[in-house]
């Protein structure tokens, strides 16, 4: 039996993980990642390039057997018309004729400002939690002064495990494996959370840096999502680009995966 059957045997014990948490989720929320990441006025989308680099999320989403559901290619289907719809040639410009994308900008203003409310409301909640001192055992964290985390959205999670990714990529085409472990998701997530009772925090790239496959690698990666779907764990970093960390959060939800 090859590595494919192999694989595809393991990945069909578990469901697809769906992308949803807490305060992220849905295709909006991908939206506003690749706005912000891109440092662009939401009143001026580039379509083209935001499309692009939509459909690339949505393509490794579906690598990754996390499930697309319905509404990411509602969005996605919606983005195309438009850039097709701007890509148009107009030799007359009707004074009064919307702006293709005015629609989409007007969803993701009241998108916004309700998601930036519920992040405020709940931000109260937990206000101080995530502040750490000097016991974890990450070496630029060392210090004598208290350091603020905060967390990492899914988007940005996501991004970084495509970047680790695919700059391994050369070792997966490479790879000849002639007999894998079946190995399943509820496997990995008592395995990370076994991990995480020794070692306060961990950098997220440690956890895909310990992964001899590239099945082993999505495994793990699926095992992470879910754990921080449930609340099991926490995803934070200290400011945007630095490394993310992974502490457990106490949450006792394993028994409902």
Same mark, same amino acid.
């Given at each position: 039996?090859?590595?494919?059957?192999?694989?595809?045997?393991?990945?069909?014990?578990?469901?697809?993980?769906?992308?949803?948490?807490?305060?992220?989720?849905?295709?909006?929320?991908?939206?506003?990642?690749?706005?912000?990441?891109?440092?662009?006025?939401? =009143?001026?989308?580039?379509?083209?390039?935001?499309?692009?680099? $939509?459909?690339?999320?949505?393509?490794?989403?579906?690598?990754?057997?996390?499930?697309?559901?319905?509404?990411?290619?509602?969005?996605?289907?919606?983005?195309?018309?438009?850039?097709?719809?701007?890509?148009?040639?107009?030799?007359?410009?009707?004074?009064?004729?919307?702006?293709?994308?005015?629609?989409?900008? !007007? !969803?993701?203003?009241?998108?916004?400002?309700?998601?930036?409310?519920?992040?405020?409301?709940?931000?109260?909640?937990?206000?101080?939690?995530?502040?750490? %001192? !000097?016991?974890?055992?990450?070496?630029?964290?060392?210090?004598?002064?208290?350091?603020?985390?905060?967390?990492?959205?899914?988007?940005?999670?996501?991004?970084?495990?495509?970047?680790?990714?695919? %700059?391994?990529? $050369?070792?997966?085409?490479?790879?000849?494996?002639?007999?894998?472990?079946?190995?399943?998701?509820?496997?990995?997530?008592?395995?990370?959370?076994?991990?995480?009772?020794?070692?306060?925090?961990?950098?997220?790239?440690?956890?895909?840096?310990?992964?001899?496959? %590239?099945?082993?690698?999505?495994?793990?990666?699926?095992?992470?999502?879910?754990?921080?779907?449930?609340?099991?764990?926490?995803?934070?970093?200290?400011?945007?680009?630095?490394?993310?960390?992974?502490?457990?959060?106490?949450?006792?939800?394993?028994?409902? =995966?």
């Amino acid at each position: 039996m090859n590595e494919t059957t192999h694989q595809a045997e393991a990945l069909s014990q578990h469901e697809p993980c769906l992308i949803k948490t807490r305060l992220f989720e849905g295709p909006l929320d991908l939206l506003l990642h690749l706005i912000k990441k891109n440092e662009v006025d939401i =009143y001026d989308i580039p379509i083209a390039v935001i499309t692009e680099q $939509y459909i690339e999320y949505l393509d490794l989403m579906k690598e990754l057997d996390l499930q697309v559901v319905g509404e990411y290619l509602v969005i996605a289907a919606e983005l195309s018309l438009i850039k097709s719809r701007m890509l148009l040639p107009k030799p007359v410009i009707e004074a009064d004729e919307e702006d293709p994308r005015a629609e989409l900008v !007007r !969803r993701l203003i009241e998108y916004q400002r309700y998601r930036d409310a519920a992040s405020e409301l709940i931000g109260r909640e937990i206000l101080g939690r995530d502040v750490f %001192k !000097r016991e974890f055992d990450i070496s630029m964290y060392e210090t004598e002064e208290e350091v603020q985390l905060v967390p990492v959205d899914l988007w940005s999670l996501i991004e970084t495990f495509r970047d680790f990714y695919r %700059k391994r990529s $050369y070792l997966w085409a490479e790879q000849i494996v002639y007999e894998i472990e079946s190995v399943t998701v509820e496997d990995k997530i008592t395995e990370v959370l076994e991990k995480l009772k020794v070692k306060a925090m961990i950098r997220f790239e440690e956890f895909l840096e310990e992964c001899a496959t %590239k099945f082993d690698l999505i495994v793990t990666f699926l095992a992470l999502l879910e754990l921080a779907r449930m609340e099991n764990i926490r995803v934070v970093q200290e400011s945007p680009g630095s490394p993310i960390l992974i502490s457990y959060s106490g949450e006792a939800n394993i028994g409902t =995966y």
